[in-house]
Protein backbone atom coordinates (compact mmCIF):
# COMPACT_ATOMS: atom_id res chain seq x y z
CA UNK A 1 0.00 0.00 0.00
CA UNK A 2 1.18 3.15 -0.67
CA UNK A 3 2.09 5.68 2.14
CA UNK A 4 -0.97 7.67 2.64
CA UNK A 5 0.63 8.94 6.55
CA UNK A 6 1.54 12.10 5.41
CA UNK A 7 -0.02 14.40 3.15
CA UNK A 8 0.08 17.79 4.34
CA UNK A 9 0.11 19.51 0.81
CA UNK A 10 -3.38 17.98 -0.36
CA UNK A 11 -5.53 21.39 -0.55
CA UNK A 12 -7.87 20.98 3.02
CA UNK A 13 -11.00 21.17 0.49
CA UNK A 14 -10.10 17.98 -1.15
CA UNK A 15 -9.79 16.38 2.99
CA UNK A 16 -13.04 18.00 3.75
CA UNK A 17 -14.63 15.77 1.03
CA UNK A 18 -13.44 12.73 1.96
CA UNK A 19 -15.65 12.13 5.26
CA UNK A 20 -18.53 12.56 2.77
CA UNK A 21 -16.78 9.69 0.46
CA UNK A 22 -16.80 7.89 3.68
CA UNK A 23 -20.25 8.59 4.83
CA UNK A 24 -21.79 7.09 1.43
CA UNK A 25 -19.77 4.45 1.08
CA UNK A 26 -20.95 3.49 4.87
CA UNK A 27 -24.20 3.84 3.28
CA UNK A 28 -22.94 1.66 0.48
CA UNK A 29 -22.39 -1.16 2.51
CA UNK A 30 -25.44 -1.20 4.47
CA UNK A 31 -27.28 -1.27 1.58
CA UNK A 32 -24.99 -4.71 0.48
CA UNK A 33 -22.75 -2.95 -2.07
CA UNK A 34 -19.61 -4.30 -2.81
CA UNK A 35 -18.28 -2.65 -5.53
CA UNK A 36 -18.96 0.65 -6.71
CA UNK A 37 -17.29 3.31 -8.89
CA UNK A 38 -16.35 7.00 -9.00
CA UNK A 39 -19.56 7.68 -11.20
CA UNK A 40 -21.89 5.94 -8.76
CA UNK A 41 -20.06 7.75 -5.86
CA UNK A 42 -20.41 10.77 -7.64
CA UNK A 43 -24.47 10.16 -8.12
CA UNK A 44 -25.17 9.89 -4.43
CA UNK A 45 -23.04 12.59 -3.23
CA UNK A 46 -24.04 14.92 -6.23
CA UNK A 47 -20.62 15.81 -7.44
CA UNK A 48 -18.64 15.16 -10.27
CA UNK A 49 -16.98 11.92 -10.96
CA UNK A 50 -13.77 13.38 -12.38
CA UNK A 51 -13.80 15.32 -9.28
CA UNK A 52 -13.72 12.06 -7.34
CA UNK A 53 -10.84 9.91 -9.05
CA UNK A 54 -8.63 13.81 -8.93
CA UNK A 55 -9.57 13.79 -5.14
CA UNK A 56 -8.42 10.30 -4.73
CA UNK A 57 -5.31 10.33 -6.95
CA UNK A 58 -3.71 12.82 -4.05
CA UNK A 59 -3.29 9.52 -2.48
CA UNK A 60 -2.44 7.21 -4.50
CA UNK A 61 -3.66 4.02 -6.89
CA UNK A 62 -7.35 2.90 -5.70
CA UNK A 63 -8.18 -0.37 -7.61
CA UNK A 64 -7.76 -1.21 -11.21
CA UNK A 65 -8.98 0.85 -14.01
CA UNK A 66 -12.28 -0.40 -15.26
CA UNK A 67 -13.14 -2.65 -12.36
CA UNK A 68 -14.17 -0.41 -9.60
CA UNK A 69 -13.65 0.32 -6.11
CA UNK A 70 -13.88 -2.62 -3.70
CA UNK A 71 -16.29 -0.87 -0.90
CA UNK A 72 -14.71 -2.31 1.92
CA UNK A 73 -11.08 -1.63 0.69
CA UNK A 74 -12.13 2.30 -0.45
CA UNK A 75 -13.61 2.89 3.01
CA UNK A 76 -10.47 0.85 5.02
CA UNK A 77 -7.96 3.23 2.84
CA UNK A 78 -9.72 6.31 3.68
CA UNK A 79 -10.10 5.68 7.25
CA UNK A 80 -6.07 5.55 7.04
CA UNK A 81 -5.66 8.79 5.16
CA UNK A 82 -7.86 10.34 7.72
CA UNK A 83 -6.40 8.38 10.93
CA UNK A 84 -9.68 6.95 11.86
CA UNK A 85 -8.35 3.32 11.82
CA UNK A 86 -8.69 4.07 15.66
CA UNK A 87 -10.72 5.35 18.01
CA UNK A 88 -10.23 9.57 18.93
CA UNK A 89 -11.31 10.67 22.13
CA UNK A 90 -13.19 13.90 22.62
CA UNK A 91 -14.32 16.32 25.26
CA UNK A 92 -17.26 18.45 24.91
CA UNK A 93 -16.99 21.87 26.57
CA UNK A 94 -19.52 24.26 27.51
CA UNK A 95 -23.01 22.20 29.20
CA UNK A 96 -25.40 24.53 27.58
CA UNK A 97 -28.07 24.04 24.88
CA UNK A 98 -25.70 22.87 22.44
CA UNK A 99 -23.27 21.19 24.41
CA UNK A 100 -26.28 18.93 26.15
CA UNK A 101 -27.59 17.89 22.68
CA UNK A 102 -23.70 16.75 21.63
CA UNK A 103 -23.58 14.54 24.95
CA UNK A 104 -26.66 13.38 23.86
CA UNK A 105 -25.97 12.44 20.45
CA UNK A 106 -25.37 8.82 19.67
CA UNK A 107 -23.86 9.28 16.70
CA UNK A 108 -19.62 9.87 17.37
CA UNK A 109 -18.80 6.68 18.29
CA UNK A 110 -19.39 4.46 15.16
CA UNK A 111 -17.58 7.08 13.47
CA UNK A 112 -14.45 7.00 15.26
CA UNK A 113 -14.83 9.32 17.88
CA UNK A 114 -15.85 8.74 21.62
CA UNK A 115 -16.81 11.69 24.29
CA UNK A 116 -15.34 10.74 27.44
CA UNK A 117 -16.11 13.81 29.48
CA UNK A 118 -18.33 17.01 29.37
CA UNK A 119 -17.04 20.35 31.75
CA UNK A 120 -18.88 23.46 32.61
CA UNK A 121 -17.56 26.35 34.79
CA UNK A 122 -21.17 27.32 36.02
CA UNK A 123 -21.68 25.48 39.69
CA UNK A 124 -25.24 24.87 39.23
CA UNK A 125 -24.70 22.85 36.14
CA UNK A 126 -21.44 20.98 37.22
CA UNK A 127 -22.43 17.53 38.99
CA UNK A 128 -25.92 17.53 36.67
CA UNK A 129 -26.47 15.30 34.05
CA UNK A 130 -25.88 16.31 30.56
CA UNK A 131 -26.97 12.99 28.00
CA UNK A 132 -25.51 10.17 29.81
CA UNK A 133 -22.24 12.04 31.10
CA UNK A 134 -22.00 14.14 34.78
CA UNK A 135 -21.04 17.52 33.94
CA UNK A 136 -17.54 17.98 35.12
CA UNK A 137 -15.76 21.47 36.48
CA UNK A 138 -13.81 23.15 34.21
CA UNK A 139 -11.55 23.83 36.60
CA UNK A 140 -10.29 19.75 36.09
CA UNK A 141 -10.24 20.21 32.65
CA UNK A 142 -6.64 20.16 31.80
CA UNK A 143 -5.56 17.54 34.07
CA UNK A 144 -8.36 15.20 32.37
CA UNK A 145 -6.96 16.21 29.06
CA UNK A 146 -3.06 15.31 30.21
CA UNK A 147 -4.06 12.07 31.88
CA UNK A 148 -5.78 10.94 28.55
CA UNK A 149 -3.89 12.15 26.45
CA UNK A 150 -7.12 13.86 24.30
CA UNK A 151 -6.83 15.37 21.29
CA UNK A 152 -9.87 16.81 20.08
CA UNK A 153 -11.92 19.04 21.63
CA UNK A 154 -15.99 20.37 20.62
CA UNK A 155 -16.20 23.76 22.13
CA UNK A 156 -20.15 25.13 22.60
CA UNK A 157 -19.48 28.14 25.09
CA UNK A 158 -20.57 31.65 24.34
CA UNK A 159 -18.47 33.84 22.14
CA UNK A 160 -16.72 36.22 24.59
CA UNK A 161 -15.76 33.41 26.21
CA UNK A 162 -14.48 30.80 23.78
CA UNK A 163 -10.85 32.42 23.31
CA UNK A 164 -9.86 31.92 27.08
CA UNK A 165 -11.42 28.94 27.04
CA UNK A 166 -9.50 27.88 23.98
CA UNK A 167 -6.01 29.01 25.33
CA UNK A 168 -6.51 26.50 28.40
CA UNK A 169 -7.32 23.48 25.61
CA UNK A 170 -4.23 24.44 23.93
CA UNK A 171 -2.35 24.70 26.95
CA UNK A 172 -3.37 20.84 27.73
CA UNK A 173 -2.47 19.86 24.54
CA UNK A 174 -5.59 19.99 22.45
CA UNK A 175 -5.09 19.81 18.64
CA UNK A 176 -8.05 20.00 17.14
CA UNK A 177 -11.35 22.37 17.95
CA UNK A 178 -14.43 22.29 16.81
CA UNK A 179 -15.93 25.10 17.45
CA UNK A 180 -19.52 26.34 18.05
CA UNK A 181 -19.21 29.76 18.81
CA UNK A 182 -19.53 32.54 16.26
CA UNK A 183 -15.98 33.91 16.52
CA UNK A 184 -12.48 33.26 15.28
CA UNK A 185 -10.50 31.46 17.23
CA UNK A 186 -6.78 32.57 17.67
CA UNK A 187 -4.40 29.18 17.71
CA UNK A 188 -0.80 28.16 17.06
CA UNK A 189 -0.33 26.98 13.82
CA UNK A 190 0.02 22.88 15.25
CA UNK A 191 -3.90 23.64 16.44
CA UNK A 192 -6.40 23.27 13.71
CA UNK A 193 -9.85 24.82 14.18
CA UNK A 194 -13.44 23.83 12.71
CA UNK A 195 -15.97 26.04 12.98
CA UNK A 196 -19.98 25.43 12.77
CA UNK A 197 -21.84 28.85 12.65
CA UNK A 198 -25.18 28.01 11.48
CA UNK A 199 -25.81 31.90 10.48
CA UNK A 200 -22.80 32.14 8.04
CA UNK A 201 -24.20 29.04 6.24
CA UNK A 202 -27.97 31.06 5.93
CA UNK A 203 -26.42 34.50 5.21
CA UNK A 204 -24.30 32.43 2.19
CA UNK A 205 -27.17 30.90 1.16
CA UNK A 206 -29.28 34.49 0.57
CA UNK A 207 -26.74 35.13 -1.98
CA UNK A 208 -28.84 32.64 -3.99
CA UNK A 209 -31.99 33.99 -3.16
CA UNK A 210 -34.58 36.52 -5.29
P1 LIG B 1 -25.54 28.19 26.50
O1 LIG B 1 -25.46 29.52 27.12
O2 LIG B 1 -26.77 27.37 26.62
O3 LIG B 1 -24.33 27.28 27.03
C1 LIG B 1 -23.01 27.73 27.14
C2 LIG B 1 -22.37 27.02 28.32
O4 LIG B 1 -21.00 27.38 28.38
C3 LIG B 1 -22.99 27.40 29.67
O5 LIG B 1 -23.40 26.23 30.35
C4 LIG B 1 -21.89 28.14 30.40
O6 LIG B 1 -21.90 27.92 31.78
C5 LIG B 1 -20.65 27.49 29.77
N1 LIG B 1 -19.44 28.27 29.91
C6 LIG B 1 -19.28 29.61 29.82
N2 LIG B 1 -18.00 29.95 30.03
C7 LIG B 1 -17.33 28.79 30.25
C8 LIG B 1 -15.96 28.50 30.55
N3 LIG B 1 -15.05 29.45 30.63
N4 LIG B 1 -15.63 27.21 30.73
C9 LIG B 1 -16.56 26.23 30.65
N5 LIG B 1 -17.87 26.45 30.37
C10 LIG B 1 -18.23 27.73 30.19
O7 LIG B 1 -25.14 28.40 24.97
P2 LIG B 1 -25.54 27.48 23.71
O8 LIG B 1 -26.86 27.86 23.21
O9 LIG B 1 -25.28 26.06 24.06
O10 LIG B 1 -24.47 27.95 22.64
C11 LIG B 1 -23.12 27.60 22.78
C12 LIG B 1 -22.34 28.28 21.66
O11 LIG B 1 -22.87 27.85 20.41
C13 LIG B 1 -22.46 29.78 21.70
O12 LIG B 1 -21.24 30.35 21.31
C14 LIG B 1 -23.54 30.08 20.69
O13 LIG B 1 -23.40 31.37 20.11
C15 LIG B 1 -23.30 28.99 19.68
N6 LIG B 1 -24.49 28.62 18.92
C16 LIG B 1 -25.62 28.18 19.54
C17 LIG B 1 -26.72 27.82 18.79
C18 LIG B 1 -27.97 27.29 19.44
O14 LIG B 1 -28.90 26.95 18.68
N7 LIG B 1 -28.05 27.17 20.75
C19 LIG B 1 -26.73 27.93 17.34
C20 LIG B 1 -25.50 28.37 16.81
C21 LIG B 1 -24.43 28.69 17.57
Known amino acids: MASVTNHKNVPDIVV ?9 LGAMQAAGKQVTSSQ ?15 DLSHFGEFGKQGTGY ?23 VGAGNIGSAIARYSGFERRGFRVLGVFDNDPGKIGAQAGPFVVQDAARMIEFIRERDIRHAML ?19 IAILNYAPINLIVPPHVHVESIDPVVHLQKMTFYIV
Not at 40 to 54: C, H, T, V
Not at 157 to 172: F, I, N, R, W
Open 16 to 24: GRLPLYLRA
Open 40 to 54: ELADWLGISSAQIRK
Open 70 to 92: SVVMLQERLRHILHLNREWPVIV
Open 156 to 174: AVPAEHAQSVTDTLVEAGI
